[in-house]
C-alpha cells in the first residue's frame, strides 16, 4: 500500500493514515475498479466567495486555487481549499443563468460532486459502462502549462456525481494547483491548528426503498465491498428509525455509508433531509482529526457549534464499562460533548456539528480513531435523539 500525491503533500505517513481512517491490506489484482483515494469534494453554495473564507476563518483550510471571471471562467466562482490530504472545491454561480444557480436554488449548499483519484479512467469508466452506469462525460484530457489530466464521471445518487482523475498520463503526473483552468491561489489570512488530516467517510441519504439499490450499485459497478450494516434497534429511537449499509473501497480509504428512511412514529433525520434538500444526496462528511480534543475547542473558539450531549450519557454506568480507558478521562470527553464507542478492533471519539447551511441538510462528523473499523454503533442512539432535539426546534419532528 501506497500514499497518494496528496497524502504525501500533507506529510502523513502510512502508519498515521492506518490509525486515522482506518485503512486494511487488499489484494489489488483483482479489483475491477481500482481507486486511488479522494480526489475533491466539491460544493456548490450561495456564495462562493463567503463558504472560502468561512473554511479558512472557522475550519483552518488553507486557499491553494481559484476559478473565476478573472481567469476566463465567466459561469462561476470556484475556491480549492485544502486540509490534510483532503481537497474541498466551493463553487457558486456568477451568471445568473448558470446551471449551478438552478441546483442552489433547488437542493442549497451541498455536495454535487464526490471526485475520486483512479489509476486508469478508461477502464473505470468501461467497466462502470458494462455494469449499467450512467456515464455523464465520457474520458477526456485537460491539458495546460502543468501538464494533463484525464477525466470522466459517472452519475451516482440524487444529483450527486462521481468525477474520476487520473493525475498520471503518459508517465507524467500534472503539477498543476488543482486542474487545468484553475490558477493558484492564496490568502492572507494566518491558518490556526490544522483541525483535520484526512477524510474518513462521506454518509449518502436516499429515498425509502432505495438503499439496496445503491448497496449494489457500489458492489457492482465499482467493485466495493460491504463493510456493515445497522437496521431495526440498532438505529432507532423512540420516535424516529432508519436504516445504513456502508460500502467501501479494497482498502477502506474511501468508505460511503448508505441510509434509507425506516417506518416510525415521527419524521427521522434523512426525512427532514429529502425534504429540504428535494433529494437523495450526501448528508455529511466525517473528517478525521489526530486530536479531537484540541480540534473541538479550536472550532468553538471560531464559532462552530456542535449537537449537545446530556450529561447523563457520560454518566451511564454501561458506557462506561463497555468503554474502559481511553486516552483521556471520561470528564474531558463530556465537559466538550464528545461520544465514544468501542468494538472489537478499538475505540473511537466523535462529535458531530449542526448543520452548516441554512437548510437542515449538510453537517460534518469529527472523528479519531483508535483501532476500530467501525461507525460508532453503541452511539447512534445518543446521536439521533440529539438531532431529533434540534428538529423539535425547527419544527420538523
Known amino acids: 500500500m501506497t500514499l497518494t500525491t496528496d497524502e504525501l503533500r500533507a506529510d502523513l505517513t502510512l502508519e498515521q493514515l492506518r490509525q486515522l481512517v482506518g485503512l486494511v ?23 462562493a466567495t463567503q463558504t472560502a473564507h468561512y473554511y479558512q476563518a472557522a475550519w483552518g483550510m488553507e486557499l491553494v486555487a481559484y476559478s473565476g471571471p478573472e481567469t476566463g471562467n465567466r459561469d462561476h466562482k470556484a475556491f480549492v ?46 467497466q462502470a459502462r458494462s455494469a449499467g452506469a450512467t456515464v455523464l ?18 452519475a451516482t445518487y440524487g444529483e450527486t456525481r462521481h468525477t474520476l482523475v487520473q493525475r498520471e498520463v503518459g508517465g507524467t503526473t500534472y503539477a498543476g494547483p488543482y486542474l487545468p483552468g484553475y490558477v493558484a491561489r492564496s490568502s492572507s489570512m494566518t491558518r ?42 440498532d438505529i432507532a429511537t423512540d420516535y424516529s428509525a432508519l436504516m445504513s449499509k456502508v460500502v467501501a473501497n ?18 427521522s433525520q434523512i426525512d427532514e433531509y429529502l425534504e429540504f434538500y428535494r433529494g437523495a444526496g450526501a448528508q455529511h462528511l466525517a473528517v478525521a482529526t489526530e486530536d479531537i ?18 450529561d447523563s450519557y457520560y454518566d451511564d454506568p454501561e458506557l462506561r464499562r463497555r468503554i474502559g480507558e481511553v486516552r483521556v478521562p471520561i470528564e474531558e470527553l463530556k465537559s466538550r ?29 469529527l472523528i479519531e480513531r483508535h483501532g476500530s473499523l467501525g461507525f460508532g454503533k453503541g452511539n447512534f442512539k445518543a446521536l439521533f435523539e440529539a438531532i431529533e432535539r434540534e428538529q423539535e426546534k425547527r419544527g420538523n419532528l
Request: glycine share 8%; hydrophobic share 45%.
Open 25 to 47: 491490506e487488499y489484494d489489488e489484482a483483482g479489483d475491477v475498479f481500482p481507486v486511488t483515494g479522494w480526489d475533491a469534494i466539491v460544493f456548490v453554495v450561495g456564495n
Open 81 to 126: 481549499l485544502a486540509s490534510g490530504s483532503i481537497r474541498f472545491v466551493v463553487m457558486g454561480a456568477v451568471d445568473p443563468d448558470s446551471p449551478l444557480a438552478d441546483h442552489h436554488r433547488r437542493h442549497g449548499d451541498g455536495v454535487v460532486d464526490i471526485a475520486l483519484e483512479v489509476p486508469d479512467v478508461d477502464r473505470c469508466i468501461a
Open 137 to 154: 462525460l465520457e474520458p477526456e484530457d485537460r491539458t495546460d502549462e502543468f501538464g494533463t489530466v484525464r477525466v470522466a464521471a459517472i
Open 192 to 233: 490556526p491548528l490544522r483541525v483535520f488530516a484526512a477524510l474518513d467517510h462521506i454518509v449518502g441519504n436516499v429515498e425509502l426503498g432505495a438503499m439496496d439499490e445503491w448497496v449494489s450499485f457500489y458492489n457492482r459497478v465499482m467493485g466495493f465491498v460491504n463493510m456493515a450494516e445497522f437496521i431495526g434497534d
Open 250 to 267: 479494497g482498502n477502506h480509504r474511501v468508505k460511503f455509508p448508505l441510509n434509507e428512511p425506516a417506518i416510525a412514529a415521527r419524521k
Open 293 to 310: 480534543l484540541a480540534s473541538v475547542d479550536a472550532l468553538r473558539a471560531n464559532g462552530v457549534e456542535f449537537l449537545e450531549t446530556p
Open 337 to 365: 460533548g464528545i461520544l465514544v464507542d468501542r468494538d472489537e478492533d478499538g475505540y473511537l471519539l466523535q462529535i458531530f456539528t449542526r448543520p452548516l447551511g441554512d437548510r437542515p441538510t449538510v453537517f460534518f462528523e
